[in-house]
């Protein structure tokens, strides 16, 4: 069965860093578009940032400058660092893979593998 797992969520401090984890198994994220989503409680799940296979890096205005997506596919991992943290960043946070060989979507509809979600709290 394909899985991913998050990791590395936690409460943090406004202004802090955080870097979350999405460890792939049973399949290879090579050939995979691979997206961060977040959802907040009583919020619609919206796109954080994707990579596409090639290593192109998409980010919704909201965390430009702040959060950096990357991606390991010889250890099947990819990372979400966040840096600047903001309350509003406050969410559970899932990644999300696809096959596609070019290009990556902020869309959450786009993708068919999906995590179980990091909780991630920015709170003094």
């Known amino acids: 069965q394909v899985q991913l797992v998050e990791s590395g969520g936690g409460l943090v401090q406004p202004g802090g860093s955080l870097r979350l984890s999405c460890a792939a198994s049973?399949?290879?994220?090579?050939?995979?578009?691979i997206g961060w989503f977040r959802q907040a409680p009583g919020k619609e799940r919206e796109g954080v940032s994707c990579?596409?296979?090639?290593?192109?890096?998409y980010y919704a205005d909201s965390v430009k400058g702040r959060f950096t997506i990357s991606r390991d596919n010889a250890k099947n991992m990819a990372y979400l660092q966040m840096s600047s943290l903001k309350p509003e960043d406050t969410a559970v946070y899932y990644c999300a893979a696809v096959s596609m060989s070019y290009g990556c979507s902020l869309r959450s509809p786009s993708y068919n593998y999906w995590g179980q979600g990091t909780q991630v709290t920015v709170s003094s």
């Open positions: 049973r399949f290879t994220l090579d050939n995979h578009a």
């Open positions: 990579i596409s296979n090639y290593g192109n890096t």
